[in-house]
């Protein structure tokens, strides 16, 4: 997968990354749903199982 996968560690929700700047990143889920603005110091990278958990629906 190309593009970068975050996790919200407030929520544990994962999305692709669309927007990222110093305070804060925009991120939209890896199936559909709205986007959300998590603050940059709650993302993180999202490991290959929590990418596969996401796109299974769990």
């Known amino acids: 997968m190309s593009q970068r996968v975050m996790v919200d560690t407030r929520s544990g ?3 692709r990354l669309v927007e990222d700047s110093a305070e804060h990143m925009v991120l939209e889920p890896l199936t559909p749903g ?3 603005s998590v603050p940059a110091a709650d993302a ?3 490991t290959p199982e929590e990418v596969a958990a996401a796109l299974a629906g769990e």
Do not use: I, L
């Open 13 to 15: 929700q994962v999305g």
């Open 34 to 36: 709205p986007e959300w």
């Open 44 to 46: 993180r990278a999202a």
